[in-house]
């Protein structure tokens, strides 16, 4: 027995892959192994016998398993230290050029006009791009037959009350609802309007802003966007307007514009002798504060709101909004940005 032991350990010793290792445990250990049918063979023996030459067995057993269970162990220790070897990766080879992916010019702005905020401690807040009519009108100071409604080519679901959101301001209402001021939010993502041409696309982005705190005035409002536009549009002498306007959730209301000029063609934005309207802004209306649970008494707000494709095409000198949407690789690589250049906020 002991002789069968030492040759059958040797033969395990032997075995270089985990593959030999497992055929030796069924060789001998199987259903049909040379140990377990040695076990199988002791019902032909006597009582005394037996219980002798079963404890040899067992004991025989065992020590096998154990043999194999370490040799397994090793073999699969070695082959690893082999496949890290073999499969090292040398992170100091340059990338290849044509497979550098970019950032898509939406991207990059939001990462900008983000960044740009949180420095003066604004956050982004999420909504939803399925809304309920509440939300996006009538908390707005948007009644049931209110004609502001009629200007949002409205996308209607099948749903009672719900729609596709038609700008970001229903954030503002969620935010008001559940946070006690002071608050500075940015909120940000797709709207939808019924409409379609070179600059109007179906599925486009506002951005949103929003600051309530005590005090607050349209002084506040003014800085906060001339700076900015400035930072945006990297002109630190841009001229910037504001335009008295209407807008139910705000009172008073105005309009931005930016100077820009025409010459040779060419829209330059900067001092010149034209405009552009940029975007829309206010003091909250009382009325939404008071709906939203905030006190108009003591706290006050401002809040702006743009779209941002507009934003990227003027920037970036892209003359038509719906490729941004088209997902064309070649347009990708034109227009896009490398991940690793900064915002510069
Ligand atoms: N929600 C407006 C729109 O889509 C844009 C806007 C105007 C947002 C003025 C504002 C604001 O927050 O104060 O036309």
Known sequence: ?????????????????????????????????????????????????????????????????????????????????????????????????????????????????????????????????????????TALNMSEHHPARQD??????????????THTSPVQIRTMKTT?????????GRVYRCDFDATHTPMFHQVEGLVVDKGIHMGHLKSCITNFLKHFFNVDDLPMR???????FTEPSA???????REGGALKIGPGKDWLEIMGCGMVHPKVLAYCGVDPDIYQGFAFGMG??????????????RPLFEGDIRWSKHYGFSPFHSTGA
């Open 1 to 137: 027995m002991n002789q069968a032991l030492k040759s059958w350990k040797q033969e395990i010793d032997q075995c270089d892959s985990i593959k030999m290792v497992e055929d030796m445990r069924i060789r001998l250990l199987g259903k049909s192994g040379e140990i377990t049918q040695m076990l199988k063979s002791l019902g032909s023996l006597d009582p005394e016998a037996r219980r002798e030459k079963g404890a040899e067995i067992n004991h025989l057993k065992d020590e096998i398993s154990q043999h194999l269970e370490i040799k397994r162990t090793t073999l699969s220790a070695q082959e690893l230290t082999e496949r890290l070897a073999k499969e090292t990766l040398d992170v100091t080879l340059p990338t290849r050029p044509e497979a550098f992916g970019t950032l898509h010019p939406l991207t990059r702005t939001v990462e900008e006009i983000t960044s740009y905020f949180a420095q003066f401690g604004f956050s982004v807040a999420v909504g939803n791009d399925i809304e309920d009519e509440e939300h996006n009108f």
């Open 152 to 165: 949002h080519d409205t996308f209607y679901l099948n749903a009672p009350q719900m729609i596709l959101r």
């Open 180 to 188: 006690q001021p002071p608050i500075r939010i940015l909120s940000l």
């Open 242 to 248: 504001l335009r008295p306007s209407f807008f139910p």
């Open 255 to 261: 309009e931005v514009d930016i100077g820009c000029s």
């Open 308 to 321: 941002y494709d507009r934003l990227s095409m003027l920037k970036y000198g892209l003359p038509d909004i």
